[in-house]
């Protein structure tokens, strides 16, 4: 059985393509894991004026970003070693981010809270998760959760659901807008 790579489930370039990100943005990946499959192109389109913040709570996840930044000389990403469901955890600044995402980490409401908190006005969230349906890979069905359970949580926040997409065949993708 083929199990399809980091690039082949979600092609982190397409989907940020399709975001309009833009040289000199600032971006957060909250919960950014240890590939920093969307960190490292995310920091290739800000460019030198743009900064990415690399969020996890697992601090090897931190190094292998890092260890990718350095490979790629990639000097604009911070990384940040922080509970991403505890609001004011990552100690970035308030409305200093023009794109958050919550990528995989099923976008629980402290996760939301700490993305709005970060957002400028204006600014967008994009939250992509597991499609809930069996694959050989990734979590179990019953860890996934619903793009459905999602938009019903984030109807609590002030944001405006700007489009849904499918990013790639196993995962949903909803764009918000503060």
Known sequence: MHIPSSSELL????ILEKLNLKAGMTVADLGCG???HFVLPSARIVGGE??????DIVRSA?????SRAKLENATNIDTVWADIETPGATKIQDESCDFVYLINVHAKNGMVEEALRILKNDGKLLVIDWKAIYTPFGP???NRVSKV???NRLKNFKI??????DPGPYHWALEYQK
């Open 11 to 14: 092609n982190a370039e397409r």
């Open 34 to 36: 240890t590939s920093g």
């Open 50 to 55: 743009g900064r990415v913040y690399a969020v």
């Open 62 to 66: 931190l190094l292998g970003v890092e």
């Open 140 to 142: 179990p069905v019953e």
């Open 149 to 151: 359970d999602v938009k």
């Open 160 to 165: 405006k659901l700007l489009t849904e997409f």
